[in-house]
């Protein structure tokens, strides 16, 4: 997307892109793809807003008011949420912050390896071991959880903070999408230059390749993180004390209570109002990353 | 893996027709759990809301004694909970202590996941109405579980609203029938109630009272009785209801239902004990319209009702600890303090007789200030609930009435076909899994 935008000229500045641009012929809408386009932004947003809104009502206005009518309950519903165990539900989000914030971090740093070692280095296997990598990106990591669950029993490390770090540090897509970016970011000039001065191999590396590839690698990042933020399956089978729960695994103990007792309904919602939050934030600041993008490069051709 | 389930099964019904004392095949806790030297500690999944207030008492009082420790870890119910149990079984690292739902238990059983407790908490038995302890036995000499909640299953209406419509409390399905008719002639707009093919519960809890019996044991095998006369007999009921529209054919639990029954577009409900919780976030401005009352009969000289929810305290075969366990777990359900407790805490409704009008039961719940006898009448409909009979693949026939009758009350067209699909996937299911089963 944003690389089209690139090759283009850029529009001068306090313009708007696609206003002042093109021939001044074509400048009839298209009416169809707007239409489609802004269906599809409602059918994504309403849920967000239902979600937003109903964090502000209270369990009395919940089911009993306009559904798009905001409430007044916000205030005590995150106090409630708060409250709730000894306020758990802070615990599950550090912890969410915790495996989501150095799992991705991890995976990212991983990726980053062995991307960049498949697309720089020509060796025996390499061809084989990229197409394993594809088939990995393909195997949904649902499959995964219970293998790796009796996996991580056989070395007694289940319910523990390392059984769901580890199995999403290495994530095939992101090796996948280092390795694309780091061929198409690192030029093979680039690092035989660095070899030609003389730097070491992992100098090139964390200094001449490294930086090039920061774009893909925020991506990753993000994808990683949004992954793990998102999990449920793998958590759930892993952990049994709730103490060391994510959000997920949380709010889904506060729905599932047993048929003699109500669903929390108020707290569930504002917890996952709440829990989207971290995830808008990360978005809007990590996002200025990407428009680097392809204009960093250090040769031209 | 089937093989080992087809010997339990058969070791199980052998003992039953030998009278034999014990189950040497299951794993009795005489093997290895008498070692008991120095303290002890256990792990307890549970959902109950507040049970580690309910251990604490334990922790602090008889578990200090005799140095047995339980910890809780809170789960979240429901049928991926047992899928939970058992991958953990699978690599010897189940919990020594879980809560699993009645209809569960065969599951659990059938995957070796459960230890026969029965000489730790054999004298429990008679704390609790023969047909909720029958089924912590399925039928055999063993026990696998301590019952801990029951959901006998009542009649809820609002006194209100039957009163502004002349209407009169049901005792038989047949005037039920007549009820809903009536109200739809009076005020087209509102429903005498729902059925919702997304509550299984609700459905084998019907036909539970009818007297059907959905899984039995026939010599080595397993019969299945889903499309038997009983239950079809409720499915043609609620399929004619749904069908001529004298109901409507809505989901329960869903945000449209709350709305309805608070604003008394439904002015009744077919629910269990535990609904006063329910109807108090769902339909919070209606409270003291509401009463209740026992179940609609199939006939006049009947008297009987099912079971809705309701769960126990099992015993894994993991635990290394099991007498420890076992006697956790009969302190935690028939204890007087732990009981109190358990329903101050936890909402639940004892399944121990004594218990159900003692402590938290002398008074209404706050929603039903307005009926003072809630409870012992509660007390005295749970004496009367009809005996079930689970089979290992509950939940494959919850699912399969998901579908079929979610579909089929969609259309408002013939349940009938829809239990038939019902019987079927859960015999087709239960041969895969390498079970005999009975035609």
Redesign the interface.
């Known amino acids: 997307m944003s690389s089209l935008a690139v090759r283009k000229a850029r529009p001068a500045a306090g313009t708007t892109p696609g206003t002042a641009q093109g021939p001044p012929l074509r400048r009839r809408v298209a009416l169809l793809p707007t239409l489609t386009l802004l269906l599809g932004a409602v059918y994504c947003l309403l849920p967000v807003a239902w979600v937003v809104i109903a964090a502000t009502k209270s369990?009395?206005e919940?089911?009993?008011t306009f559904t798009f009518l905001p409430g007044t309950g916000f205030a005590d519903n995150v106090s409630d949420l708060s409250a709730y165990r000894d306020g758990v539900y802070w615990q599950w989000m550090g912890n969410s912050a915790l495996y989501a914030g150095l799992g991705a971090l991890l995976s990212t740093v991983v990726s980053a390896f062995s991307g960049y070692a498949l697309a720089t280095y020509r060796f025996r296997g390499r061809e084989t071991l990229f197409n394993v990598l594809l088939a990995g990106v393909l195997m949904p990591p649902v499959i995964l959880a219970?293998p790796q669950?009796?996996l991580l029993?056989?070395a007694d490390l289940?319910d523990s903070y390392l059984s769901v770090l580890l199995p999403q540090i290495l994530s095939p897509y992101g090796v996948y999408l280092a390795r694309i970016y780091a061929a198409a970011a690192v030029p093979a000039d680039v690092v035989e230059a660095g070899r030609m001065d003389g730097a070491s191999e992992w100098r090139i590396f964390t200094r001449i390749a490294l930086p090039m590839m920061v774009p893909g690698m925020v991506t990753v990042f993000l994808f990683q993180f949004v992954a793990v933020w998102n999990n449920f399956l793998l958590p759930?089978?892993m952990l049994?004390?709730?103490e060391k729960f994510p959000i997920t695994?949380g709010l889904?103990?506060l729905?599932?209570?047993?048929?003699?007792?109500?669903?929390l309904?108020t707290l569930v919602i504002t917890g996952a109002f709440l829990a989207v939050l971290p995830l808008v934030a990360l978005f809007l600041v990590v996002q200025r990353f990407w428009s680097l993008d392809l204009l960093s490069g250090a040769v031209k051709s | 893996m089937p093989y080992t389930k087809r010997r339990r099964l058969v070791t199980s019904a052998v003992a039953v027709a030998l009278g034999a004392t014990t189950l040497a095949a299951c794993g009795s806790s005489d093997e290895d759990g008498d070692t008991q030297a120095g303290p002890v500690s256990l792990t307890y999944w549970t959902w109950t809301p507040g049970m580690d207030k309910v251990v604490d008492l334990w922790n602090k009082g008889p578990g200090k004694r005799e140095q047995i420790t339980v910890t809780v870890k809170k789960q979240a119910s429901g049928d991926t909970l047992v899928t939970k149990i058992l991958t953990a079984h699978k690599a010897g690292k189940a919990p020594d202590l879980v809560q699993a739902e009645y209809q569960a238990l065969p599951t659990l059983v059938s995957n070796d996941a459960l230890a026969d407790i029965s000489g730790e908490v054999g004298d429990a038995k008679g704390k609790f109405a023969e047909g909720v302890w029958q089924q912590t036995t399925l039928g055999t000499d063993a026990v696998y579980a301590v019952p801990q909640d029951i959901g006998p299953m009542m009649f809820y209406y609002r006194e209100d609203l039957f009163k502004k419509y002349g209407l009169k409390v049901p005792n038989t399905w047949e005037e039920f029938a007549e009820t809903a008719r009536k109200l739809k002639k009076a005020a087209p707009d509102k429903d005498l109630t729902t059925f919702s093919a997304n509550d299984s519960g609700l459905f084998a809890g019907l036909a539970q009272q009818a007297g059907a019996e959905w899984w039995t044991t026939e010599g080595e095998k397993w019969k299945v009785g889903i499309d038997d006369e009983a239950t079809r007999k409720v499915a043609d009921f609620w399929g004619g209801l749904v069908k001529e529209g004298a109901i409507d054919n809505q989901p329960m639990y869903t945000p449209a239902w709350n709305k309805a029954l608070n604003t008394g577009r439904q002015i009744a409900w077919v629910s269990a004990v535990w609904a006063p919780g329910t109807l108090t976030t769902a339909a919070p401005d209606t409270e003291g319209k509401w009463a209740m009352a026992p179940l609609p009969q199939w006939s006049d000289s009947e008297n009987r009702t099912g079971s809705w929810g309701g769960s126990s305290t099992g015993v894994t075969t993991d635990s290394k600890n099991k007498d420890a366990a076992a006697k956790f777990a009969a302190w935690l359900n028939t204890d007087a303090d732990a009981l109190n407790a358990l329903a101050k805490e936890g909402g639940i409704y004892p399944a121990s007789t004594s218990a159900q009008l003692s402590g938290a039961f002398t008074n209404p719940p706050e929603f039903f200030a307005n009926q003072p006898d809630f409870y012992t009448k509660a007390a005295e409909i749970a004496k009367t609930t009809a005996p079930s009979a689970w089979g290992p693949n509950v939940n494959v026939a919850y699912t399969a009435f998901k579908d079929a009758f979610g579909t089929a009350a969609k259309t408002r067209s013939d349940f009938a076909s829809a239990l038939e699909t019902m019987q079927k996937e859960t015999v087709a299911d239960l041969e895969k899994q390498g079970f005999e089963v009975a035609r």
Do not use: C, K, W
Request: charged share 15%.
């Open positions: 369990g009395r919940l089911f009993s219970v669950y009796l029993a056989e289940t759930y089978i049994s004390d709730d695994l889904h103990t729905l599932e209570q047993g048929a003699n007792t109500p669903a309904y």
